[in-house]
């Protein structure tokens, strides 16, 4: 069997990929990430990952108030190596440009959110939340399934240590009062 050959976008310049690159590469698959200035390409995503996605999003979209807008699977540039793409954020409406607008800024994020898949685990465990904390974004929840159940953990930052405190591990209800007032219930995936 031949080897096909890599296409030239997959060929990093000598000093790695830069934010900027995600813009410009042609033929990019969708969703492409930029951590520590290798690009990380995605896998395809287990239902779960996309009904809580899609939970997530419209509940938070029916609780945020008007200042602020909900997003999914858009990037944050963090630096010029770096630019993740959380699965869902809340951002500030004044950091909204337009319909051609590919990332936000991160001081324009009140909330990221990462939803677990067998493939990220480790980036979003661990390398991810050191990304956001580092750029000064207030609060980061992950997303898990325990037995097919959601489990989300919820982290608030902590900015003389720039790193997140666990404020709470939530089950079938996720009643918050920060960032905003928040009040979802989880076993919803279930009817999705």
Do not use: N
């Not at 509940?59 to 858009?74: I, Q, Y």
């Not at 959380?86 to 909204?96: E, I, K, N, R």
């Not at 319909?99 to 909330?111: A, C, D, N, R």
């Amino acid at each position: 069997m031949c080897a096909q050959p890599v296409p030239e976008w997959m060929i990093p310049p000598s000093d790695g990929f830069h934010a900027e690159d995600l813009d410009r590469l042609p033929d990019l698959p969708p969703h492409t990430e930029l951590i520590d200035g290798s690009l990380v390409l995605v896998s395809p995503q287990k239902s779960f990952h996309t009904l809580m996605m899609d939970l997530l999003v419209a509940a938070l979209r029916a609780c945020a108030p008007d200042h602020l807008r909900v997003r999914r699977e858009m990037t944050t540039t963090l630096g010029p190596r770096q630019r993740p793409e959380p699965d869902v954020m809340v951002v500030h409406a004044s950091a909204v440009t337009g319909g051609e607008q590919t990332s936000f800024p991160p001081e324009s994020l009140e909330l990221v959110v990462e939803v677990v898949s067998p493939e990220s685990r480790v980036r979003d465990r661990e390398r991810k939340p050191q990304l956001y904390a580092q750029a000064g974004i207030r609060h980061f929840w992950r997303v898990e399934a325990d037995e097919e159940r959601p489990v989300v953990y919820v982290y608030e930052l902590d900015p003389s240590a720039s790193s997140y405190a666990l404020t709470g591990i939530h089950h079938d209800r996720l009643k918050l009062g920060r960032p905003f007032p928040i009040d979802i219930d989880l076993t919803e995936v279930d009817r999705l």
